[in-house]
C-alpha cells in the first residue's frame, strides 16, 4: 500500500458494485454487503480504496468491488481482467526469470525430478508450460532422452529460449511454441506436463489455471503431471521483529508517545499479507498443518474460485501469538510405479527459496500457552473481477485448557479420580 499521505484524487467518483459482504474491522473501514452500489472516491493503494455507501465513507478493500458499467447492467470492465499486457510484460524481461533461476532449491528440485526419471522419460512427450528460459526443458533433452519437448511461453522471452536451445544443441528434441497455454496448438497429446506455477500462498496469480487448461487439453490418458500435487501449510507463530518494527515503534520514538498512529499502523501494515517473510522454526508455536491439499489430476478450474482448508492447532510451544504463516510444497511422483517421490518444499524446515514465507498478522497479538488450541477455517478467494488476485480469511479461534474442562464439567462427564 502507498503512503497513507496520498492525497485523494478529484476525479469524479467511479461507480462500483461490491462483489462479496464486508464487515469493517477498523474505525476508518466502510462495511457493505454483495450487491451495493459505491462510489470509490480515491485510490491510495492498490489494496484499499477510499468509497462512500449512502452518503457515509471509509475505507473498503478494493479486491471485493467490481467495475459497474455505464450503461445500465452493461457490466463491461474495460480493463483486462488477466491483465495480461502486464504480467506476460514483466515475464518478457529477465528480472523475474534470474529471481527464479537464481532460487537452487527450486531449480534443483526440478532438474532432480529428471534425473530421477530419466530412464522413464525416454521417448516421452513432454510438455513445458510456461517455460521461461526454458530451463526445465533443457534438463528434459540434456539429462534424459525424450522423444519431444513442447516448451510453451506466451512473453517475448520465448525468442530468447529458442536461442538458448540452439545453443545448448537441443534443437532436435525441444520445440519453443509461444503462445498462451490455453490457446497453443500442439501436434500431439503429451506424456507429461511440467509446470512451474507456484506463486504465494501456491495459487497467487493462478497461473496454476493455465496448468489445468493445458491438462485438459493435452495430457493423455495415463500421462502425468508434474507437480502431482500440491499442499498450503499454516501454522501459529509469533512475529516479534515485524511487530515490533511495526507497531511498538509508536509506542516511544524519540522519547515521544506516538500511540494514537497505532490504530492506523494496524490498518495499513496487519491487514494485509506480508509476502517473502521469514520465519525461524523456533517462531511456529504449534506444528505446521497442511490445510489445503491439491490433487493436479482431478483438481477442476471452477474448484479454484474458493478453497478452504480447516486447521485444528495444539499449542506446542507458549508464547506471544501474532499471526499465522502460510507456505506451499509440491510433490512430483515418480514415474515408475513405486519409484520415489520428489519433493519441492518452500517452508522454513527447507532449503529456503525465493518464496520464502507468508505472513498473516493478527489485529492484536494473544498470548498462548501449551494446551491451548489454536482451531478455524482459511479461505481462499479468488477476486471474480482481477482474476490473478485472491482474498485470503482466516477465521479461528482459541480454546483454553480452562475451556475445555468448562466444557468437561457442562457435559456433566464422571469426573476422574486422580
Ligand atoms: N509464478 C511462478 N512460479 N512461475 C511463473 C512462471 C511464469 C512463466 O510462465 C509464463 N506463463 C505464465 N502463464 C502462461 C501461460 N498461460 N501460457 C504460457 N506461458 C505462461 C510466463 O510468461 C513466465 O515466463
Known amino acids: 500500500m502507498e503512503t497513507e499521505k496520498t492525497e485523494k484524487e478529484d476525479a469524479a467518483p467511479q461507480p462500483y458494485v461490491a462483489s462479496y459482504n464486508f464487515i469493517a474491522s477498523g474505525g476508518d473501514q466502510l462495511s457493505f454487503s454483495s450487491g451495493d452500489a459505491l462510489l470509490v472516491h480515491a485510490k491510495p493503494s492498490s489494496v484499499w480504496w477510499w468509497a462512500e455507501l449512502r452518503g457515509v465513507t471509509g475505507y473498503v478493500p478494493a479486491s471485493y468491488l467490481c467495475q459497474s458499467g ?12 488477466w491483465q495480461d499486457e502486464e504480467y506476460f510484460g514483466s515475464y518478457g524481461t529477465l528480472r523475474l526469470h534470474l529471481e527464479m533461476l537464481s532460487d537452487k532449491s527450486r531449480t534443483e528440485t526440478y532438474r532432480r525430478a529428471v534425473v530421477s526419471n530419466s530412464v522413464s522419460l525416454t521417448n516421452k512427450v513432454v510438455m513445458d508450460l510456461g517455460c521461461g528460459t526454458g530451463v526445465i526443458s533443457l534438463f528434459c533433452a540434456q539429462l534424459a532422452r525424450p522423444s519431444l519437448v513442447y516448451a510453451v511461453e506466451a ?80 501454522v501459529p507463530c509469533q512475529a516479534h521483529d515485524y511487530f515490533a518494527e511495526k507497531m511498538a515503534f509508536w509506542e516511544c520514538p524519540y522519547g ?53 482448508g480447516q486447521f485444528h492447532f495444539p499449542v506446542e510451544t507458549s508464547g506471544t501469538f501474532h499471526g499465522f504463516t502460510a507456505w506451499f510444497a509440491v510433490y512430483f511422483e515418480s514415474l515408475e510405479v513405486g519409484g520415489a517421490t520428489v519433493e519441492l518444499n518452500t517452508g522454513p524446515h527447507s532449503e529456503p527459496t525465493h518464496w520464502k514465507q507468508t505472513l498473516f498478522m493478527l489485529d492484536k497479538p494473544v498470548s498462548l500457552n501449551v494446551g491451548d488450541c489454536v482451531t478455524g477455517i482459511i479461505v481462499l478467494r479468488r477476486n471474480p473481477v482481477w482474476r490473478r488476485h485472491m482474498s485470503v480469511t482466516l477465521d479461528w479461534n482459541i480454546i483454553s485448557d480452562a475451556d475445555k474442562c468448562q466444557a468437561k464439567r457442562d457435559k456433566d462427564l464422571p469426573d476422574v479420580e486422580v
Open 155 to 234: 512473453s517475448s522471452m520465448a525468442e530468447y529460449t529458442r536461442q538458448l536451445v540452439k545453443q545448448n544443441g537441443c534443437e532436435e528434441v525441444v520445440t519453443v511454441l509461444q503462445g498462451r497455454g490455453e490457446e497453443v496448438e500442439l501436434p500431439e497429446k503429451v506424456d507429461l506436463l511440467v509446470s512451474e506455477w507456484m506463486g504465494n500462498c501456491l495459487v497467487f496469480e493462478f497461473m496454476v489455471e493455465s496448468v489445468l487448461s493445458a491438462r485438459d487439453r493435452w495430457l493423455r490418458e495415463g500421462g502425468v503431471m508434474w507437480p502431482s500435487s500440491a499442499v498450503l501449510v499454516l
Open 70 to 81: 455505464d450503461a445500465e447492467g452493461d457490466d463491461i470492465s474495460t480493463e483486462d481482467p
Open 256 to 308: 515521544l508517545d506516538f500511540t494514537p498512529l497505532q490504530p492506523l499502523a494496524q490498518q495499513e501494515f496487519f491487514t494485509k499479507p506480508k509476502f517473502s517473510h521469514v520465519i525461524e522454526p523456533s517462531d511456529c508455536l504449534a506444528d505446521p498443518c497442511d490445510v489445503i491439499c491439491l490433487n493436479m489430476y482431478t483438481l477442476q478450474i471452477k474448484d479454484l474460485e474458493e478453497i478452504t
